[in-house]
């Protein structure tokens, strides 16, 4: 008897499981959300394609939001504010939000997927971030896990101040499958505006799916 309703569990299980992955296979391949708008702060309004997350539709528009683990819902640092059409509150995002954000519809930007249009607050000084493109001219190893990295900025100078980071965008290349985003301190002298320095920890895999 114990051995049946055993049995009986474990082919339910499998069953949810199952029906749950091709519910992720058909959300990814299948669904088509079309154009959406982003409406920002009642004064700014961006058309994306529907199907990405918030963080990275805003990236496509030159809009960047602080994001440590590059959209992998693991460092909290994506939050914004997300009047309407966000969707429920995911549990991924719970984590990462205090009762007076969430009261607040604050939101992980990564976590949010557009589906239809959706209006957002961000502050003013969100606007203020550049990109800028840069060469790396030396990797100086300090440690089996540690390397300080130089960037040379091939297209504009730098202004920046001591304790401010950068968000680093790599783009996929050669054996890099996919693009990666990571924000990092600026360790070099602000004095220097044409090259920033940052030293970069190599984060084991299961420690940075923990959020470290
Ligand atoms: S980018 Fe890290 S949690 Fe959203």
Do not use: W
Not at 96 to 108: G, K, M, Q
Not at 183 to 207: C, F, G, H, M, W
């Amino acid at each position: 008897m114990i051995y049946l309703v055993l049995q009986t569990t474990i082919i339910m299980m499998i069953t949810g499981g199952v029906l749950a992955l091709l519910l992720v296979i058909a959300e990814k391949y299948l669904a088509d959300y079309g154009e959406c708008k982003i409406d920002i702060n009642g004064k700014r309004e961006e058309t994306v394609k529907g199907g990405s997350s918030l963080l990275n539709s805003l990236n496509s528009k030159n809009i960047f939001l602080a994001s440590a683990c590059g959209g992998r819902g693991s460092c909290g640092f994506c939050k914004c504010k997300v009047i309407k059409g966000g969707g429920p509150l995911l549990p991924t995002e719970k984590p990462f939000l205090t009762s007076e954000e969430i009261a607040d519809n604050i939101r992980l930007s990564c976590q949010v997927k557009i589906k239809n249009d959706i209006e957002i607050e961000l502050p003013e000084e969100i606007f203020n971030i550049r990109k800028f493109k840069a060469k790396v001219t030396s990797i100086k190893e300090y440690t089996y896990d540690i390397k300080e990295l130089t960037l040379d900025l091939t297209d504009s100078t730098i202004d920046f101040k001591s304790g401010q980071y950068i968000q680093l965008h790599s783009p996929r290349y050669g054996k890099v499958k996919q693009s990666v985003s990571r924000a990092y301190s600026i360790s070099s002298n602000e004095t220097n505006k044409n090259v920033v320095q940052v030293i970069i920890r190599l984060v084991p895999r299961d420690l940075h799916n923990l959020g470290t």
